[in-house]
């Protein structure tokens, strides 16, 4: 039995496939981006990153060709002057459970592309290239939505879920 297990993996080894028919990693779900407004050009992507791996991974960093800039951020809450504002800043990195979640929202964790080449408008896509600390990185076509649907997704509140099983 050993054997037969061993040369079917040797045989597996010479064709250069590996016999394990999943690759443990980061997938992502449900990517779209909010529309540049105004003179400003910028936009700002969301998404679902799902980590099926036994360790916790990280995205470290985003890359596309349809800004000048692309940035981690956040939005915090913060009292000013007695009133609640919400305010955009970096991050280092976002951090994604073990066999978890991390979703991107408007409100909560986005990446933000500063200085689009060309407005982006509903309709547009562009492709967004993810680097994970562990994971191998993970390229999507963001399609843009209209800014009424982007605000809709603003009530899903939690940024971070862990999977219950
Ligand atoms: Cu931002």
Known sequence: MLTAVRAVA????????????????VSVEGAYARPSLGAARNS??????????????RLIR??????AQVSLHTHLMKKVDGKVIMQMRPVRDMPIPAH?????????????????KKPLKPG?????????????PVTVQVPVKSLAE???????RPTMKMKAD
């Open 10 to 25: 040797m045989a597996a080894a010479l064709a250069g496939f590996s016999l394990s028919v999943h690759a443990a990693g």
């Open 44 to 57: 700002a992507a969301y998404m679902t990153l799902k980590n099926d791996a036994d360790a916790p991974d």
């Open 62 to 67: 985003a890359e596309s060709d349809v800004a």
């Open 100 to 116: 978890g979640e991390t979703k991107l929202h408007p409100g909560g964790l986005h990446i933000m592309l500063i200085g689009v």
């Open 124 to 136: 547009d896509s562009f492709s967004l290239r993810l680097i994970f600390e562990h994971a191998a």
């Open 150 to 156: 982007t605000m809709k997704d603003m009530h899903s």
